[in-house]
Each structure stands twice: as structure tokens, then as C-alpha cells.
């Protein structure tokens, strides 16, 4: 808490008396939370202990400004933010809170109080999905929660992450496969009729197609739980590795990429995969 308060004096006396911190607003500030996030996002995917230690300060920057100029339009502040936060984590996880805390107007924590076996028993969740599916129907019932199970994922969010968020709101108020290996039939499906559209040459038709196949896949993924997003970062960095060393070598030898043979390629290709297996 200390490390904390200091932060946000230094954050006060930055926006009083820096002149770039002066000028910053909600517009300007959007881009370079956008840009935190996915350094954040690399840093984990790494698994890279300091870069993630030092993201993360960035990324609450990031926040705690945006609840500083609210703050200064008298419209709410970092308080505020972390009470809202509280009440929220409180009111969805009735399996966990008594239920003087969970109906309580003042969203301010309260300690800890157990449930007696009455209390547990009517809201015991025993595994990761049900406290999900509970999740989705208490956000339905709160008065500025979502009106409907997908408004909930943002419009903004990269396609292959929201594709999975969207299966994932599903599944938890029961839109699912019974059996996950029943989505392979769904996933050859989608790829013949996507290989059906190509043959025609139809762009529209096989972009469309293409979607769908994705979708699909990353349906899979997600039946499997398997994070898709994850995965096709893996295989973009393993890509550039590969690739590297194959430009590596063309400039060790002398001879531009352009001017190699596919076989060529291809075989220091293999050597890359073999050297940066373990990579």
C-alpha cells in the first residue's frame, strides 16, 4: 500500500508539473495503452520474469492516469475504480462471500465472513465451469451488466481472440458440443466447401468460407483447451526464426534471398528446424 501511495504522488506531481504529462488525455493516452498491453502480452508469452515485472508498471500507469483526469473532471477516481472492482469480484463469486457481503450497497470490502452449511450448499460450485456459467448469468442480472451473453465482448478485440470469446460466453450458458470430438466433422466440413468457393475462383464466397474454417478450427482449439492466439504466436516466432537463419546465411555466403533456389532455401530451412528445435 505504501508502494502504492508513492506511485500516485509521483503520478499527482507529474500531471502538475511535467508539460507532457499536463497536455495527456483520454484520445492521447489510447494509442500507448494499446501499444503497453501487447508489450505486456510479449513479455508473458516470453515468460521473460522482468519484462513482465516492468510491463506491468507500465500497463498501471496507464490505468491510474486514466482515473487521474477523471478524477480532475470530478467525475470518479482511482478510489472509486478499485471499489467498483471489489463490489464486482464480491457479487459474482457467491461460492466464495457470505451473503452480507454480496447484497451490501457499500462496495467497500467487508471481512471475510464463512458461510455456514446452509449458505454453501445452495451456492456451492465444485469445478472451473460452473463458477463460469454462474459468472455469465450474474453479469445478465446486474443493473449496468451486459444486456445479452455476447454484448459483453468488445467490438475492438483482435478477431482470433474474440472468435474464442465468443464460443467461450456461449458454452457457459450451454451452446456446446456434447462431445468435442463431434467439432472435427464441423471442421472438414468448412474445409471443403472453403476448398469448394476457391475452385470457383469466388473471392467473396471464399472469404467467407475462409472465416468459417477458422472459426471452426478455432473451435477446436478451444474444446481442447488449447488458447489459439497463443498457439499462432508461437508458430509466428518459430517462423522467424526460421526464417532469420535462412537470411542469415544468404548474407554469410554472399547471395540475396531472391537469388536462391526454393531447394536451397528449403534445405537450410530444415537445418533451422533442427539447430532452434528446443528454441
Given at each position: 500500500?505504501?508502494?502504492?501511495?508513492?506511485?500516485?504522488?509521483?503520478?499527482?506531481?507529474?500531471?502538475?508539473?511535467?508539460p507532457w504529462d499536463k497536455k495527456q488525455t483520454n484520445e492521447s493516452l489510447r494509442p500507448n495503452t494499446i501499444e503497453e498491453t501487447y508489450e505486456l502480452c510479449d513479455a508473458l508469452i516470453k515468460n521473460d520474469v522482468h519484462d513482465i515485472c516492468k510491463e506491468l508498471g507500465d500497463v498501471l500507469l496507464h490505468i491510474c492516469f486514466y482515473a487521474k483526469i477523471a478524477e480532475e473532471q470530478q467525475q470518479f477516481d482511482m478510489a472509486d475504480v478499485c471499489n467498483a472492482l471489489t463490489h464486482k469480484m464480491i457479487t459474482r463469486h457467491p461460492h466464495v462471500y457470505h451473503p452480507s457481503q454480496i447484497d451490501a450497497e457499500d462496495p467497500k470490502p467487508l471481512p471475510y465472513v464463512p458461510q455456514d452449511a446452509e449458505e454453501q450448499k445452495a451456492t456451492k460450485v465444485s469445478t472451473v465451469t460452473q463458477v463460469l456459467e454462474n459468472w455469465e448469468?450474474?453479469?445478465l442480472k446486474e443493473k449496468d451488466g451486459n444486456k445479452s451473453v455476447l454484448?459483453?465482448?468488445?467490438?475492438?478485440?483482435p478477431s482470433i481472440i474474440k472468435a474464442y470469446r465468443?464460443?467461450?460466453?456461449?458454452?457457459?450458458?450451454?451452446?456446446?458440443?456434447?462431445?468435442?470430438?463431434?467439432v472435427w466433422k464441423k471442421v472438414r466440413e468448412e474445409l471443403d466447401e472453403?476448398?469448394?468457393?476457391?475452385?470457383?475462383?469466388?473471392?467473396?464466397?471464399?472469404?467467407?468460407e475462409l472465416g468459417d474454417f477458422l472459426f471452426a478450427v478455432i473451435n477446436a482449439a478451444r474444446l481442447y483447451k488449447l488458447n489459439p492466439d497463443n498457439a499462432l504466436e508461437k508458430t509466428n516466432r518459430k517462423f522467424i526464426d526460421r526464417f532469420n537463419y535462412i537470411e542469415d546465411h544468404s548474407i554469410k555466403i554472399g547471395k540475396p534471398l531472391k537469388d536462391m533456389t526454393l531447394e536451397e532455401m528449403d534445405r537450410l530451412w530444415e537445418?533451422?528446424?533442427?539447430?532452434?528445435?528446443?528454441k
Open positions: 500500500m505504501q508502494a502504492f501511495g508513492r506511485f500516485l504522488d509521483v503520478l499527482d506531481a507529474l500531471r502538475a508539473n511535467c448469468q450474474i453479469k454484448s459483453g465482448v468488445p467490438e475492438a478485440l465468443i464460443q467461450d460466453k456461449a458454452r457457459n450458458v450451454g451452446f456446446d458440443w456434447e462431445d468435442r470430438r463431434d472453403l476448398e469448394a468457393e476457391l475452385d470457383k475462383d469466388d473471392k467473396e464466397h471464399s472469404t467467407e537445418e533451422a528446424k533442427a539447430k532452434l528445435r528446443n
